[in-house]
């Protein structure tokens, strides 16, 4: 079946404008979680979203960052006057829940470049 | 929250054995985390130990000392596609996953 898809997979933006990105999950998975890998880092945790709960959002860094998720399903990702420091690949992965692996299955990540 | 180490770099022969440690300082733990990333490419799962000791998979085993707050894994037969970076994440009892910075290993003939 399909995995989880990330649109655009690169995109190159002005300082100072807004960018949203996408993230389709795979089909029946009730949770979705945003990632940023920065180049030779780890991933950042950013949001996490569970069902129907209020999604975890401990890890924006900052106003400028929004998420949400429509139906259970769709994500977007939406990031306010983008600074140059918000260059990163964006990593969505969703998961199964109430199972015992919880193996979070990736995307292929959005690549963003502020300029 | 969650506090994650792991070595930043490591080098091992083609055929030999690594082991890659990990450790972790969290509440509320529910389990730990492997996954494999190739340079450019989304991270890939390898393991998730919920329960103390070693669970193997093919060339691929993976340790848990919840006590101890510690984990390895280790890689057997290393083969040259083994080049990666192996990140450590830790899953809190609320669901949400933390990861270390991850290990690059590199592989040499």
């Known amino acids: 079946g399909a995995g989880v898809s990330q649109s655009p997979s690169n995109k190159v933006t002005e300082k100072g404008k807004d960018v949203e990105l996408r993230c389709d999950p795979i089909s029946g998975h009730t949770a979705l979680y945003w990632y940023r890998q920065s180049l030779g880092q780890g991933l950042e945790f950013l949001i996490y979203?569970?069902?129907?709960?209020?999604?975890?959002k401990s890890g924006l860094p900052s106003d400028r960052f929004s998420a949400e998720r429509t139906g259970g399903s769709v994500s977007t990702l939406t990031i306010q006057r983008t600074q140059q420091e918000d260059s990163a690949v964006y990593l969505c992965a969703s998961s199964f829940t109430g199972t015992r692996n919880y193996e979070q299955y990736f995307g292929p990540g959005t690549r963003l470049t502020v300029t | 929250g969650q506090n994650i180490d792991q070595p930043t770099e490591m080098t091992a022969t083609e055929g030999a054995i690594v082991q890659i440690n990990c450790t972790y300082q969290?509440?509320?733990?529910?389990?730990l985390f492997w996954y494999q990333q190739h340079a450019g490419e989304a991270p890939t799962f390898l393991s998730y130990?919920?329960?103390?000791g070693l669970e193997e998979k093919g060339r691929f085993s993976s340790f848990l000392s919840r006590s101890k707050g510690y984990s390895y894994l280790l890689l057997k037969e290393l083969q040259m596609k083994d080049s990666a970076s192996y990140l450590c994440?830790?899953?809190?009892?609320?669901?949400?996953?933390?990861f270390g910075d991850g290990t690059t290993l590199t592989v040499k003939p």
């Open positions: 969290t509440s509320g733990f529910n389990g």
């Open positions: 979203f569970q069902g129907n709960s209020a999604p975890d």
């Open positions: 994440a830790v899953r809190s009892n609320a669901g949400k996953s933390t």
């Open positions: 130990n919920v329960l103390d």
